[in-house]
């Protein structure tokens, strides 16, 4: 078999071949130890890196999405239990469009980003037409009046609601 890949080291000559290590005549022994020193030298340094670089990033609770997501868990969940699963529009109604205005900067962001933790379901922001509407009244004192055409299915003293359109 023809080597593939010669070296000298000294008087020694390792060839390499179709993933075989043979040795005319050296120090294959120590070669193959010190390459293996070398790879978990390697592979230590690596994790070290690995570790500093996870570090400095933010702990996962402070993240906005993350938040969203444990709040928007129990909406999630009644929905399903409700067997509204087939990714349908969902409302969402926040208190600037209660208030007969638009949206806020801040609550479109908050729409996009409940937009994107709601999937499969589609939010549509500022509609009550469809059969489940979110009612996102975070951070705010506005009041609102549950239509007579929706039973409130879920709600938290911070002004989430889901509401169910009981007429079809």
């Known amino acids: 078999m023809p080597p ?13 071949g179709c993933g075989r290590v043979s040795r005319y005549k050296g120090h294959s022994m120590t070669i193959r130890s010190a390459a293996s020193a070398v790879l978990v030298a390697i592979a230590f340094l690596n994790l070290g890196h690995t570790n500093r670089s996870l570090s400095i990033l933010p702990a996962r609770y402070q993240d906005e999405v993350v938040s969203l997501e444990e709040r928007l868990k129990p909406v999630r969940y009644a929905l399903m239990q409700a067997r509204y699963e087939n990714g349908g529009p969902v409302g969402y109604l926040t208190a600037g469009i209660i208030r007969g205005g638009r949206a806020s900067a801040v609550e479109e962001k908050y729409w996009a980003q409940s937009r994107y933790v709601m999937i499969p379901w589609n939010l549509v922001l500022g509609t009550m037409e469809p059969s489940y509407v979110i009612v996102d009244l975070w951070g705010t004192e506005v009041p609102f009046e549950i239509p007579a055409e929706f039973a409130k299915v879920y709600g938290t003293p911070d002004g989430l609601m889901l509401l169910m359109r009981m007429v079809q």
């Not at 593939?4 to 390499?16: N, T």
Request: charged letters at 10%; a positive charge.
């Open 4 to 16: 593939s890949l010669c070296f000298s080291q000294g008087k020694s000559y390792v060839v390499l």
